[in-house]
Antibody, heavy 120, light 107 residues
Framework: EVQLVESGGGLVKPGGSLRVSCAASGFTFSNGWMSWVRQAPGKGLEWVGRIKSKTDGGTTDYAAPVKGRFTISRDDSKNTLYLQMKSLKTEDTAVYSC???????????WGQGTMVTVSS | DIQMTQSPSTLSASVGDRVTITCRASQSISSWLAWYQQKPGKAPKLLIY???SLKSGVPSRFSGSGSGTEFTLTISSLQPDDFATYYC?????????FGQGTKVEIK
């Protein structure tokens, strides 16, 4: 079964750091580009950033609100995607979900998400 | 960055109605446009990719059209399971952008 499972969410104080993970199974993770998407409570979907496959250079791109604070990485040996978040702000409070990111299928497979709450 | 504008924000309709949602891009995205359905507390579900290609397993009452900057999602005959929020998304550029969403409510 094709599956993405996020973990690592929680409560963190403003200015703090947190790393969330996304474990992939049921497909060839190393071949795929991956994205993170977040959704603040009661709000719409917001793209956070993307990492390409190592064969395509493994490069990353980020949305403007998180650029310089968030870092996406991957460990293909563990079929795991990571999102390292630093200098967190209250407006980063959201459910963070990982998703496959491919042409032509866009965001085909989604995880259920992990909640990150930034509050003092 | 490419901006995506969806309309309407909310739509009230009845079972059996034909429903159309529009998405406009701030610059040409060719056909790199996807549509998603999301229900409360659930992950989004891909319906349409590359503007008009129906994902396998998605009911044929869903269809997409458009290219360049103007796109539409049509539900030919609204079913009870279709009451949800719908998002468009561009994936033409190095970044990806979602529309703000359209909530389809029961009239």
């Amino acid at each position: 079964e094709v599956q993405l499972v996020e973990s690592g969410g929680g409560l963190v104080k403003p200015g703090g750091s947190l790393r969330v993970s996304c474990a992939a199974s049921g497909f060839t993770f190393s071949n795929g580009w991956m994205s993170w998407v977040r959704q603040a409570p009661g709000k719409g979907l917001e793209w956070v950033g993307r990492i390409k496959s190592k064969t395509d250079g493994g490069t990353t791109d980020y949305a403007a609100p998180v650029k310089g604070r968030f870092t996406i990485s991957r460990d293909d040996s563990k079929n795991t995607l990571y999102l390292q978040m630093k200098s967190l702000k209250t407006e980063d409070t959201a459910v963070y979900s990982c998703t496959t990111d491919s042409f032509p299928y866009a965001f085909d497979i989604w995880g259920q998400g992990t909640m990150v709450t930034v509050s003092s | 960055d490419i901006q995506m504008t969806q309309s309407p924000s909310t739509l009230s309709a009845s079972v059996g109605d034909r429903v159309t949602i529009t998405c406009r891009a701030s610059q040409s995205i060719s056909s790199w446009l996807a549509w998603y359905q999301q229900k409360p507390g659930k992950a989004p579900k891909l319906l349409i990719y590359k503007a008009s290609s129906l994902k396998s397993g998605v009911p044929s009452r869903f269809s997409g059209s458009g290219s360049g900057t103007e796109f539409t999602l049509t539900i030919s005959s609204l079913q009870p399971d279709d009451f949800a929020t719908y998002y468009c998304q561009q994936y033409n550029s190095y970044s990806r952008t979602f529309g703000q969403g359209t909530k389809v409510e029961i009239k």
